[in-house]
Each structure stands twice: as structure tokens, then as C-alpha cells.
């Protein structure tokens, strides 16, 4: 059985920083894309990070680029996402999501898996 679990989510002020946690279990992830997704209220799913965990390679959406930095951890089976110089259009839901594509997506409804999300809001 699958199962991302996020953390790290929480209140903080613009300018600040927080660091999101998703432990992933239940298979290898080896071959797998990691993304990481945010939800507003009133606003559909976007396209945060992504990760290709064999290779590394990173993608950002132009909205994050130069402030987030998403990485993993072999080890642990963990990918993380950095943020730095948060902005109160930053809130949101934040998610983890696996796709077994080889190709980075941004599109949600090509990942397979999904976390419950964790909860960030930045006060202006």
C-alpha cells in the first residue's frame, strides 16, 4: 500500500521559511517523479516542484523559482521542499505526489499518489 505523509507545514511571516517533509512508503520510488502541488481556497491544484528521483533533476513552476528548492533523501525515502522568502500568496494546502511517468508533469490528474497535505499560511 502506498502512502505519502506530508509535514512541516505551519504559520509564518513574509519573508520566512519553511521546510516540507513526505515520507513516501509502500513500493520503491526509484523510477518515480516526485511532485509537489498547492491548493488555495477557491483556486484549483498547481504545480509547485518536481523531482525525478533517480536523476535528481528538479523542475519549479516560474512562481517559485529562485525561492524553493525541492531535493530527496535516498535514504530516509523522503523528498523535501525548501521555502525561503515566503509571500502571502504562498498559502495554501501543499502536496505530495508521485507519478510513475518518467516525465516531469505539472498537470495533478497524471499522478498516481497523493498525500493528505499540510496546511501553509503566510501572514503578510
Known amino acids: 500500500q502506498v502512502q505519502l505523509v506530508e509535514s512541516g507545514g505551519g504559520l509564518v511571516q513574509a519573508g520566512g521559511s519553511l521546510r516540507l517533509s513526505c515520507v513516501a512508503s509502500g513500493r520503491t520510488f526509484s523510477s518515480y517523479t516526485m511532485g509537489w502541488f498547492r491548493q488555495a481556497p477557491g483556486k484549483e491544484r498547481e504545480f509547485v516542484a518536481g523531482?525525478?528521483?533517480?536523476?535528481?533533476?528538479?523542475y519549479y513552476a516560474d512562481s517559485v523559482k529562485g525561492r524553493f528548492t525541492i531535493s530527496r533523501d535516498n535514504a530516509k525515502n523522503t523528498v523535501y521542499l525548501q521555502m525561503n522568502s515566503l509571500k502571502p500568496e504562498d498559502t495554501g494546502v501543499y502536496y505530495c505526489?508521485?507519478?510513475?511517468?518518467?516525465?516531469?508533469?505539472?498537470?495533478?490528474?497524471?499522478?498516481?499518489?497523493w498525500g493528505q497535505g499540510t496546511q501553509v499560511t503566510v501572514s503578510s
Open positions: 505526489a508521485a507519478d510513475r511517468s518518467v516525465v516531469v508533469t505539472t498537470i495533478p490528474d497524471e499522478y498516481d499518489y
Open positions: 523531482i525525478r528521483w533517480i536523476s535528481g533533476s528538479t
